[in-house]
């Protein structure tokens, strides 16, 4: 009789090989695209992020701003009580009842905001210190007393420099420029609201402006723009209200 010849089921060492190197190459194909996916990602929620950052940080200015208290503070040893703002191109002083850890529940503050170099003194930054207001006597300490304008001659109140320090936030950074205005009427009848670079008159500011520009310009990002902030205060400085 013929021998039967008997068959055996199983695969070769190169089918085997071509289905590792298959699923090795759509291992490594998936890991490619969950890859790209990740890094998409990371880069949409970093641009959204520093959006948001921009937005704050104006959000922040506009309501500090306008959350200007009307303080009147006796200025260095001089016995007058004068009008607690300080308004120059890059540094401004003002009490505001915002808070950047408490927002408008917190406890009034004294702001100091300005301007300083940015790192390597590649563009600039607006930072700004809060000091716990605890009363004008607290205020009338930042100011040192009295001195002329250089512009107008008029007497105007001289503050202590501001410094910055661990404790100052940053509102905007990597900015080409910045730098403040003030809206005022001019004296006289019928004349009309201009900006001015520098406060030098008794109470307060009917707004403030706050210039600025990015160091590098991106189309694809949040730009910081200039915030414009009201100042909604009908209070003279000169009337003493106790009295009334």
Sequence with gaps: ??????????????????????????????????????????????RLMDNRRVAGAQRIAEQELEGLMPVVTPCGKTPMKLAFFQGEPQTMRLVSTFSLQQAWRGQPQILEIFVIPGDDGRGVRLVVNEIPY????????????????PQTGQSMPRFAPVIAGPNSFVLADKLAFC?????TALPGPRLPLVWRDTWAKAGWPLAVRIDM???????SRLQPLSVVAPIYINRSPELDYAGF
């Design 1 to 46: 009789m013929a021998p039967q010849l008997r068959t055996a089921a199983g695969v070769t060492l190169m089918e085997l090989m071509v289905s590792i190197t298959l699923l090795s190459l759509l291992s490594t194909g998936m890991l490619v695209a969950l890859r790209i996916g990740l890094n998409s990602f990371t880069r949409v929620d970093t």
């Design 213 to 219: 520009a990015p160091l590098e310009p991106d189309p």
């Design 179 to 183: 730098h403040f205005a003030y809206y």
């Design 134 to 149: 605890t009363g004008p006597l607290n205020a009338g300490q930042l100011c040192e007393g009295m001195m002329p304008d």
